[in-house]
């Protein structure tokens, strides 16, 4: 019974230890919080020069008339009105290029756009009989900061060089004026048009679906695209060179044009920050898992490893975690988790040997090794990594219950 009770507090101590080695994890989360936090205002800092997430809308052609209404006191009063026309069919084709900016120790993905819309105007019949006194075609982009070039567009027979920018009540825009024939307001004519642009940006690509039917295809080298917005593509197709889409969207569900973005977020390969965050969600359980396995040692060999000692193996598997952080800050992270993995693999199989000094620290060395292994192998799966971890623990879990089957069964009792 006194055996019994020396292993009842044995466990009890080591499963304190492993619960309080939380502590050093939830250290080792806030910093890659704060690298994650660093990385991003250095994202913020490069987009605010190269260019922002850019959000496309228009072309869109923008009557600006007179009008005489009666005010509060019934007098006639002459109001400035406008009139925004918006095209009958519009195709976007855009084609991104990616490339990597270094700013510190950081890398921020950025990229050129080159924009062709192509499509036509049908001008309502109404505008002829409109007191008409500007006429222009504008484009709304979110951040003119990151036009390259001249923005040019042929409108029927006539081509224009945008020449002006200015705020909206939405987005940015550029605006150009025109002037059309009146025979061409009459609700029947398609005016045709084609718009050529080159932009940069960072993060994302949106547009804004002007048109009655607007028709996006979008390619790009970036092969980790994530769709977002009001609509999915209708069509697309993602692997190792990167990706193409295409999207089909009606006046029947788009609501208001303004009130309407689809497109897509450039992302990198998975960051090293979210991939050592995800790891680290594994912590615990390796631990308790090496814990676990020195306790079985134990059992089976006779020879102590001392509370001090399962303390100093707890910090051992935390700092594996701060060794990921910090060389996946200039190393690949599959380097840097295999270089983290071997380095602490090794100093655990020595301090195993300095303490059991016997042929089962090789067997709790190579333990750490396959955990290191299997953890890694869970964060390249994000579809089945909560199944695939669940039936891990399971299998450890029955391995447990076998090694521990006969734990109360009296000396010299034959197992059945």
Known sequence: MKANNSLFFKIAFVALIALLMLIPLSMVKNQIRERQGNADACQDEVSQSWGRAQTLAGPALVFTYEQSVK??????????????????????????????????????????????????????????????????????????RGIEGNALIRLGEQDFHFSEGASGDHDPYIREGIRLEPGLMDGV?????????????????????????????????????????????????????????????????????DDTTFGVRLLENMTQYRQTERSVKYGILIILLIFVCGLGVELMTAKEINLVQYGVIGLSLVLFYALVLSFSEFLSFPLAYALAATMTTLALLGYFRGILKSKEAWLLG?????????????????????????????AVLAGIMYLTRNMNRPKGTVSE
């Open 189 to 257: 004519t398609e005016i045709p048009f084609r718009l050529q642009l080159r932009t940069r940006g960072s993060r994302s690509i949106l547009i804004k679906p002007y048109g009655d039917l607007t028709e996006v295809r979008m390619s790009s080298d970036c092969p980790d695209p994530s769709f977002t917005g009001d609509f999915l593509p209708t069509e697309r197709k993602v692997d190792g060179q990167g990706f193409t889409a295409k999207w089909v969207v009606s006046q029947i569900n788009r609501g208001k044009p």
């Open 71 to 144: 005010d509060a006191d019934g007098k006639s009063v002459t109001k400035s009105c406008e009139q925004t026309v918006y095209p009958k069919t519009l195709l976007y084709e855009i084609g991104t290029q990616t490339q990597k900016l270094h700013r510190s120790i950081y890398d921020v993905m950025v990229y050129h756009a080159d924009v062709v819309a192509t499509g036509t105007f049908v001008l309502p019949a109404s505008l002829a009989s409109l007191n008409l006194k500007e006429e222009c075609v504008k484009l709304g982009i979110s951040d003119l």
């Open 366 to 394: 190579g333990l750490v090794a396959v955990a290191y292994a299997v953890s890694y192998v869970l964060l390249q799966m994000e579809t089945y990594a909560f199944l695939a971890g669940t039936l891990i623990l399971f």
